[in-house]
């Protein structure tokens, strides 16, 4: 009868042991990915950005051109992976003509190793001409720095165009057809350039337009 008893117990335990590990308790994440947003407006430590998931790009960035100090350096920094937004990644930019273009430049920032560092978001990366990366877009931001040293604080903004028919790579990103710049003074007026996303034929000076 002991005995008897013993194995009954026995069975009990393994029941509840094995049966409950083989079903999902209150616990288990059984929700589903969320839907990627077409508008995802993020507040950064040195950028606001509205950024597109399903592009996997930025729609427009905004930032400020200050007159600082440099105190860091890039070293081996690369552009690193938000967990909480669907952004581009490593692979969309490799083997092929696309630069890891940053919007707010990384120039801009070198005032700490924390604000250099939050320029390498993918939130502040877009699929750019490498060109146009390396040309006279970087000359365009290393200008805005001479202004701001004699102008003081400008405020700059960044919309990139997504023209019809415009290239969608085989991993899933959008590439931009062109790139809106707007800079604004403290004085009130603005300066804009367009860029498209081709590599570039002049000066920065060519791709003045007049402000909307």
């Not at 200008?143 to 997504?162: N, P």
């Not at 804009?192 to 000076?205: L, S």
Request: net charge negative.
């Amino acid at each position: 009868m002991k005995k008897s008893l013993y194995f009954l117990a026995y069975f009990i335990l393994v029941f509840f042991v094995f049966g409950a590990c083989g079903k999902e308790g209150p616990s288990a994440n059984t929700e589903p990915p969320r839907e990627k947003k077409v508008s995802y407006l993020i507040q950064g430590p040195v950028f606001t950005v509205d950024y597109n998931e399903i592009y996997e790009q930025p729609n427009w960035i905004a930032y400020q051109v200050r007159d600082i100090v440099k105190v860091a350096d890039r070293g081996s920094m690369n552009f690193y992976l938000v967990d909480t937004v669907y952004t581009s990644n490593d692979a969309d930019y490799y083997a092929n003509q696309w630069d890891k273009g940053h919007m707010a430049p990384a120039g801009s920032f070198t005032d700490s190793y924390d604000n250099l560092y939050a320029t390498f978001s993918y939130l502040n990366c877009a699929l750019q001409r490498d060109e146009l990366n390396r040309g006279e877009w970087a000359e365009l931001e290393g200008q805005a720095r001479t202004w701001a040293k004699t102008l003081g604080t400008i405020e700059v903004r960044i919309d990139l165009e997504f023209g019809d028919g415009h290239e969608v790579l085989t991993t899933g990103a959008h590439v931009p057809t062109a790139f809106y710049k707007t800079f604004r003074f403290g004085d009130g007026s603005t300066r804009c350039f367009y860029f498209p996303n081709t590599p570039t034929e002049g000066p920065w000076e060519d791709y003045e337009i007049d402000c909307p």
